[in-house]
């Protein structure tokens, strides 16, 4: 149990489909992330909130829109995705953004699949 | 972001201590030096981090270089659970302090 959990941990959708990632850290922390693990590839950071503000979009497609009520709470909402777009989707919290003695915490993902 | 340079894969056997190399020659001086480590079917986990000295807790030891330029995670006694993909990443606090990843160490422990 690492503190954070993300809901669904499996998904499949059809490209037209409309479907939510729900992350939720329980951890009194301020600041929640977005990570893309794709197959044989790096981590990708996707969006930052410190204090429910975005603080950073890694030049992600509009079709990937998250949205984040308050600070235990994260959701990554999907529409019109790519077959590419099938990946390991990570929610992770901290403290703060960029806190200097402030790991972070990553929830075990959602599996990802488009069709 | 600065960079790091890992070994693709290592393997050791269990109960012997093992040491994971990272190479960033470009480090900067407010760059400081994290690793991670992910299990199979899990997100990542924190494991230590450091600046300049080095440093242990109940995990591991980190070992950072006089220049910087080189650190070393040192697992004093692998177990088969430490199987695992290391990631060392240098974050900047002065830019934002993001986690950019890396590909990573994929670490085999043998019985």
């Known amino acids: 149990e690492t503190g954070v959990t993300q809901t669904p941990r499996h998904l499949v959708m059809g490209m037209t489909n409309k479907k939510s990632l729900k992350c939720e850290q329980h951890?009194?922390?301020?600041?929640m992330y977005w990570y893309k693990q794709s197959a044989k590839k790096p981590l990708e950071l996707m969006f930052v909130?410190?204090?429910?503000?975005?603080?950073e979009n890694n030049s992600v497609p509009s079709r990937f829109s998250p949205e984040c009520p308050n600070s235990s709470h994260l959701f990554l909402h999907l529409h019109t995705l790519q077959p590419e777009d099938s990946a390991l989707y990570l929610c992770?919290?901290?403290?703060?953004?960029?806190?200097?003695?402030?790991?972070?915490?990553f929830g075990n993902g959602t599996r990802l699949t488009v069709t | 972001d600065a960079k790091t340079t890992q070994p693709n894969s290592m393997e050791t056997n269990e109960e012997e201590p093992v040491h994971l190399p990272c190479n960033h020659s470009?480090?900067?001086?407010?760059?400081?030096i994290h690793w991670y480590r992910q299990l199979p079917s899990q997100g990542p986990e924190y494991v230590i981090h450091?600046?300049?000295s080095n440093v242990n807790n109940r995990m591991a030891s980190l070992a950072i270089a006089e220049d910087r330029k080189s650190s070393t995670l040192i697992l004093h006694r692998a177990t088969l659970r430490d199987a695992a993909v290391y990631y060392c990443?240098?974050?900047?606090?002065?830019?934002?302090?993001?986690?950019?990843f890396g590909q990573g160490t994929e670490l085999s422990v043998k019985p």
């Open positions: 992770a919290s901290s403290q703060a953004a960029g806190g200097r003695n402030s790991p972070l915490h």
């Open positions: 951890l009194g922390h301020n600041a």
């Open positions: 909130y410190n204090f429910k503000e975005q603080t």
């Open positions: 470009t480090i900067s001086g407010t760059d400081y």
């Open positions: 450091g600046l300049t």
């Open positions: 990443i240098l974050r900047d606090y002065n830019q934002g302090g993001k986690l950019i």
